[in-house]
């Protein structure tokens, strides 16, 4: 038996470099002196010393009248209320999960804030509690939205919506937060017959597009004996390997993006788009059709 | 004395710097995907990576609610010495260097941002040719910052040394640590002009410290001005990729 | 069991009083606590009590192998060992982070700067050298314990002999001390650490750190210094920053002070080899003998009062006035002047032992019925009221003063009698509580 099995040399590597446009703004690196001025108000990125507002993360600086804050390029996941996030319950605590959403702490999904099977609205007994496991239990994924952030930056998760809930067949793909583009809907149902969450906090979701849309059950049933024709699957591998495309070559992530990488990728077969000239290709013809698109 | 072959009349050192210079470094960073941060940095032979988590939440009896932990572990590869080594952690030297590190870093990290947080350094040294603390430091720093975490400002750190008994030398490689006298290692904050950490052994005058401990704070300064411009390249690549994306419009 | 944390006030309270250049325990900031070294009666066993901390040293040794490496050089391995018996939160058997740093820094303050004369140690080359080790042990953790240990294991080392040996071809023996004298080590020269800790953004250093003052503050810095000024160690961390200034400061001071260490350990070494030649018994049991219970023989306690407001019954009034005529008047005049019987502001130094408290009337021959001297001193008789306490003193002599006032008759007008204390007491050998009544 033979396996084809390529060497490359470090000096041979793919540079990515020409996907960079020649528009820089300025960058800050901690420690700078942002302003000396002493009439603006220092944002998150800066801390004060001397009267100088300086850097304390690598970034662009951005100002919002007389508030001055660094945003780093790469960061952990800093939630805002009203982010869809895709996230693994990780702890069943009493009235409550414990989840891990890629943030700073751990996020909290309350019992009071999730849909029961049901439907109707009542208040929570003491069976819900002890039947909490069985809604979710560690390990299961959920599509949820921030409903409240704690004093010390934690989380609080809702999922009652029809559109969150627990997550059944599909893959999950990590990207960095930073990556995702901020949009009004992060749900998408591609052309090619795969639905896509993009979680604000880098976790990517990829489900086959359901055909019976799915009755009032509060989200909890995962209907795991479906089988997924392998086409289906195909086109999901295919899809993953392109945004990971994407994310390796830093491009932000939203569903014109993905579609379009999607799109140029078809000329490669799906295992051929781990190599770096097929991702820097994909990469590349992306980045120009969205640029054509933008003039 | 083997130390007065450090340096040449030529004012040469055994490999051919001279006593003012830095080896190269370079690095790079971003280059793993998994962790949050991660930095590869070269300072002449010795090669040293080093990735970040965090931060995240701290486990449950360690937790802090004033500050962040941060947690290090320093290791060396087996492959990393000129003799191969048994444990590539866990050892007292390595174990003083991790106590080192985690006090370096917690000096630069704004650690009161990040409360009942933990940020995990790793560090670990593929090649180590002298100054392997410092090379730890400044790739420790490339990941910190690549993983977005508030720094007060770059911490760098340097070895000098002092050869022939009166001319101090800056970023000693192993040769010159072991043929030589003894070294200073300094990490410090270059833009205030602060130490936050500083270590030697062997015997020396302390008449030369002020010098000794003058051309490592200026190695200092030059490698923070080296690490500052791999950052804004490493920023301006990233960031033109992604159009600025949700940054800047 | 974890360590107490330390309470936001506690450590408030100290740096406080730091930015006022004061320290809990009255300390300068510069100064030392007072170092003790005791030998045992075995060689290389050394006490070194440090204020309150103390570490216990033992340096023992056996023949074995060198290593590859060096062949003719002996081998020496330093070990702290920080037991529960310090303090509650060290666990034994472990390796904490501080244990691991007070062994490196000891390893390079006495390995790396070769202060041992290993090919001293050398029996054969490449088959048997000394191997040493010196064990410390430290017995009450009250604040700098690698100061402690470095000169204890300083103390050791010197102290130390091993017993001499000879070879003959492959065979060795070693020799009993009864056979022949055993050997001292050489010494090159002799490090000991020396500890500062600093405050206020590194602006400040403070030498000799007790427990609290070691935990609130920013960083600390370790000088392996020996008497002639060579650093062989150094080591600066803490999650603040020092500036470069302020350690070249302390350097210098540090060098000065191991030289002080060095000349004291020195001094000890002289005197522990002038009792044993002199065939005095040596160990601990004498020096514990030696330090018996001195806490109440201590020299006198001197409490010192300021601004104190002492004030006696309600009956006693128009105290201010010291002359005899005056408050006659004034007390019929105005009945509710505050009551105060004073102790003079300046010289108002009390001391405990105060075996002959007298009051005297300044003008005893004004008024026949305050004609009385109470000499308590008298009844006391000498230093068994050493410890009595100053408020019982103080109370005792309310209750006189009231029974006084009882005793006067009434045949005066009501009239009450001004009080004057005055307490002058500033010699030393003879002080003497003088109340004055007018």
């Known amino acids: 038996m033979s396996t084809n099995v390529k060497f490359r040399l470090a000096s041979d590597r793919v540079n990515t470099q020409i ?19 002493q009439s603006f108000m220092r944002g998150h990125g800066t801390y004060v010393e001397d009267d100088d507002i300086k850097a304390s993360v690598a970034g662009v600086m951005e100002q919002v009248n007389k508030l001055i804050s660094i945003k780093p390029l790469k960061s952990r996941y800093v939630g805002e209320i009203g982010d869809v996030v895709v996230a693994r319950i990780t702890e069943v605590q009493q009235k409550r999960w414990k989840v891990d959403t890629n943030s700073r702490l751990d996020s909290v999904l309350l019992l009071s804030s999730v849909n029961l099977p ?163 290709d994909v990469a590349f013809l992306t980045q120009h059709r969205l640029r054509l698109q933008e003039i | 004395m083997a130390n007065q072959d450090l340096l040449s009349d030529q004012g040469l050192r055994l490999d051919g710097r001279r006593a003012h210079e830095l080896r190269r470094i370079r690095c790079k960073l971003g280059v793993f995907s998994q962790p949050d941060g991660s930095a590869y940095l070269e300072q002449g032979n010795t090669k040293v990576l080093a990735a970040v988590y965090g931060p995240h939440q701290a486990p449950g009896k360690k937790s802090n609610h004033s500050e962040v932990i941060v947690n290090c572990q320093y290791s060396m590869a087996v492959f990393s010495t000129g003799e191969r080594k048994n444990r590539p952690r866990g050892d007292r030297k390595s174990q003083e260097m991790t106590i080192h590190l985690q006090q370096t870093l917690r000096a630069a990290i704004k650690t009161e941002l990040y409360p009942r947080s ?84 062997q015997r020396f005058h302390l008449d030369h410290l002020p010098k000794v401990l003058d051309h490592a704070l200026q190695g200092c300064q030059q490698i923070m001005s080296i690490l500052d411009k791999a950052v804004r390249e490493h920023l301006a690549l990233v960031g033109s990729a992604s159009d600025w994306g949700n940054i800047a419009k | 069991m974890k360590e107490t944390p330390l309470s936001n006030c506690e450590k408030a309270f100290v740096v406080q009083a730091i930015k006022e250049r004061l320290r809990l325990d009255g300390r300068k900031l510069e100064e030392f606590r007072p170092l003790k070294i005791n030998f045992g009666a075995e060689w290389g066993s050394a006490h070194v009590t440090l204020g309150e901390t103390r570490v216990l040293a033992q340096v023992s040794c056996e023949l074995g192998q060198p290593k590859a490496t060096r062949p003719n050089e002996g081998l020496l391995y330093i070990n702290v060992e920080l037991s529960p018996m310090a303090a509650l939160h060290f666990e034994a058997g472990r390796n904490s982070e501080l244990t691991v740093q007070i062994n490196r820094i000891l390893e390079r303050t006495f390995k790396d700067s070769r202060c041992v004369d290993l090919e001293s140690l050398c029996v054969s080359a490449e088959d048997k050298v000394w191997i040493l080790r010196v064990d410390l042990n430290v017995l009450n953790h009250e604040g700098n314990i690698i ?48 500890s500062y800790a600093t405050f206020q953004n590194g602006e400040v250093a403070i030498a000799d750190p007790t427990v609290i003052e070691e935990r609130s503050s920013e960083a600390n810095m370790v000088f392996g210094i020996n008497s002639y000024r060579e650093l062989c160690c150094l080591n600066l961390g803490g999650t603040t920053l020092t500036s470069s200034n302020l350690l070249l400061q302390c350097s210098s001071r540090a060098a000065n002070r191991a030289k002080q260490v060095v000349d004291q350990i020195k001094a000890a070494l002289a005197t522990d080899a002038e009792a044993r ?83 005297v009337p300044e003008d005893s021959s004004d008024s026949d019925e305050d004609e009385h001297i109470f000499e308590k001193g008298d009844e006391s008789g000498g230093a068994d009221s050493d410890d009595k306490d100053l408020e019982e003193e103080l109370e005792n002599v309310a209750e006189e003063m009231a029974y006084k006032r009882q005793s006067q008759p009434i045949s005066k007008g009501g009239s009450q009698q001004p009080v004057k204390r005055n307490i002058d007491n500033s010699s030393d050998s003879e002080e003497e509580t003088t109340m004055v009544l007018g």
């Not at chain 1, 899809?239 to 000329?267: G, H, P, V, W």
């Not at chain 3, 009956?315 to 019929?332: L, Q, T, V, Y």
């Not at chain 3, 105005?334 to 105060?340: G, N, V, Y």
Request: some cysteine; proline content about 4%; hydrophobic content about 40%.
């Open chain 3, 147 to 194: 100061d402690c240990a470095s000169v204890a294991a300083l103390c050791a080392l010197a102290h130390f002999k091993h017993p001499d040996v000879t070879v003959t071809g492959e065979e060795i023996k070693i020799h009993t001390s009864a056979e022949k004298d055993p050997i001292p080590i050489v010494l090159h020269h002799y490090p000991v650490c020396v």
């Open chain 2, 118 to 201: 933990q940020i995990d350094v790793f560090i670990e040294v593929l090649q180590a040719d002298g100054g392997n603390y410092c090379a730890s430091v400044n790739a420790a720093t490339l990941a910190l910052i690549d993983a977005g975490i508030c720094l007060k400002e770059y911490v760098c750190a340097c070895t000098a040394s002092l050869a022939n008994g009166n001319v101090p030398l800056m970023d000693v490689s192993h040769l010159e640590e072991v043929s030589g006298g003894a070294t200073l290692s300094v990490a410090s904050l270059p833009s205030s002009n602060k130490i936050a950490f500083m270590e030697m052994s």
């Open chain 3, 277 to 359: 030649s002199a065939d005095q018994s040596v160990g601990f049991t004498e020096c514990l003998k030696m330090n018996t219970i001195n806490s109440l023989a201590q020299d006198r306690l001197s409490l010192r009062l300021r601004r104190f407001n002492f004030t006696l019954d309600d009956d006693f009034r128009n105290m201010s006035s010291n002359s005899a005529g005056a408050p006659d008047i004034k007390a019929e005049g105005d009945d509710s002047l505050p009551d105060a019987t004073r102790i003079d502001e300046n010289t108002g130094l009390l001391n405990s032992n105060q075996s002959n408290v007298r009051w």
């Open chain 1, 19 to 37: 996907l960079t446009g020649d528009r820089i703004p300025r960058l800050y690196t901690p420690g700078e002196v942002v302003t000396a001025q």
């Open chain 1, 118 to 280: 049901g439907g109707e609205l009542r208040r929570r007994s003491a069976e819900d509690e002890q039947m909490m496991r069985k809604y979710l239990q560690e390990g299961d994924l959920i599509s949820a939205e921030v409903q409240n952030i704690y004093d010390d930056g934690s989380l609080s998760l809702y999922t009652r919506s029809l559109k969150y809930g627990k997550l059944s067949q599909g893959i999950l793909v990590k990207v960095f937060p930073s990556l995702i583009k901020r949009r009004k809907t992060h749900f998408h149902n591609l052309p090619c017959g795969v639905s896509i969450i993009l979680g604000n906090n880098g976790f990517i979701w990829i489900s086959p597009t359901s055909t019976s849309e799915s009755e009032n059950d509060g989200g909890f049933t995962q209907n795991l004996s479906e089988v997924i024709p392998r086409a289906d699957r195909e086109v999901i591998a295919r899809l993953r390997n392109c945004i990971l495309a994407l994310a390796q070559c830093k491009m932000m992530l939203y569903d014109t993006s993905i579609l379009y990488a999607f799109e140029e990728s078809i000329k490669y077969e799906v295992h051929e788009l781990l190599n770096q000239e097929a991702i820097f």
